[in-house]
């Protein structure tokens, strides 16, 4: 079964560093075939696209937030890493982490989410 | 980068077709997948390829894209359709959501 789990702190101070760890299961992130993203949504908001990394370690960022962004993966771990620098309360949002599957262009497997609040 | 646009919201009767679209410069050249989110909920693809059903998805969901349109078509809508749809295409290595389309069934 492909499960994909977010973790991290429930809440950051503005201006401190975000870091949210996307823990996968029932797929190598070397694979080929499949990529991870992250995705965000604030709260009554729409889905928003963050950054993806491919299986060759490439990765890409939102133009607005690429300046703030990293993201790496550990094979060995099953983990999928991001860091977002200098939070702010328009941060606070749902935080998901999601696995493009390259036969299909989509994001079949979604994490649960997991809810970051920044504090002012 | 590319942007998508869809309506905030749509009504339909239960029962009934319902059509989402969502447009863009020539998004008929692009792959276009669409999710499903229900409230509370993380989204689920209901649409790949345009007009490909993953496992699991009902046949009453279909869809198209051509020009710079693509549209996710429910039909016999039924009750439990009601939620929040987004559209999503690949720019490059990049990617792009819609503003998503809440559905409701009344």
Known sequence: QVTLKESGPVVVNSRETLTLTCSVSGFSLSDGRMGVSWIRQAPGKALEWLAHIFSNDETSFRTSLQNRLTLSKDTSKSQVVLTMTNMSPVDTATYYCARRLLDTDSFDIWGQGTTVNVSS | ?106
């Open chain 2, 1 to 106: 980068s590319s942007e998508l646009t869809q309506a905030p919201s749509v009504s339909v009767s239960p029962g009934q077709t319902a059509s989402i679209t969502c447009s863009g410069d020539n998004l008929g050249i692009k792959y276009i997948s669409w999710y499903y989110q229900k409230s509370g909920q993380s989204p689920v693809v209901v649409i790949y390829h345009d007009k490909k059903r993953p496992s699991g998805i009902p046949d009453r969901f279909s869809g198209s894209n051509s020009g710079n349109t693509a549209t996710l078509t429910i039909s016999g809508t039924q009750a439990l359709d009601e939620g929040d749809y987004y559209c999503q295409a690949w720019d490059s290595s990049t990617v792009v959501f819609g503003g998503g389309t809440k559905l409701t069934v009344l």
